[in-house]
């Protein structure tokens, strides 16, 4: 069994996002640890990328100063060695078809595999523009995340039927960022997907308090959620490490 098909078994799975080197690796190391010790259960670390077209100011704010800072992906990429040594659930990477195509496509599968990375999630490729990624994944065994929306519609169901690792369902129109409620239907997107694949769904988007995670796992296998994180990083900084722990433990318990 793969290691993220391990995160959703028996439970809701909790997936938190982080943006690396906001406001450096250093802390984002510590970030992932008070992460993974207060009940993560798999992490989604966000490369920084210039134009992060689906992401909410918050998100946008994190990958500028991560980026002002002098991160890279090689650095990324040596931050996941590190945390390897003694962390084992799942890790994935968040970001653009750029950064991969800039890098070289293959190269950074390769590493993506040789790392500890376990799957990669590309918010701007569409799914019928993967081939030019989902080769290379299955090649080195990283799981290519597949997105299904509100506007997936007569999509969804060969969505599914082709997922890997698991599917992260867009819980509103828009992009990433705190909402005070959510109101797309997404019992009968859930419904769907569990009609076309085993393969996990996860919901993102909008949600950052305890009572929104809570619905939102009852719908679905999983819960992701960064926004609310970065907000934290923001507001505390190097001393955020200590804050993400509880708050993560407060979404864990309520999930």
Known sequence: ???????????????PFITCGDPDLETTKAAVHAMVENGADMIELGIPF???????PVIQGANVRALSGGVTTDKVFDMVRDLRKDISIPLLFMTYANVVYSYGAEKFISLCKETGIDGLILPDVPFEEKEEFSGLCDKYDVALVSFIAPTSENR????A???????????SLGVT??????????GS??????????????????ISTPEQAAKMSSVADGVIIGSAIIRLLEKY????????????KSIKDAI
């Open 156 to 159: 969804i169901a060969m969505i």
């Open 1 to 15: 069994m793969s290691r993220i098909a391990e995160a959703f078994k028996n439970k809701k799975a909790f997936i």
């Open 177 to 186: 960022g705190v909402r005070s409620e959510i109101k797309t239907d997404l």
């Open 237 to 248: 900084g190097m001393e955020a490490p200590k804050y993400i722990g509880e708050y993560v």
């Open 189 to 206: 997107i859930v419904k769907l997907i569990r009609e076309n694949t085993d393969v996990p769904c996860a919901i993102g988007f909008g």
């Open 161 to 171: 039927r082709e997922a890997k690792g698991f599917i992260y369902v867009v819980s």
């Open 50 to 56: 210039s134009d992060p077209t689906a992401e909410g």
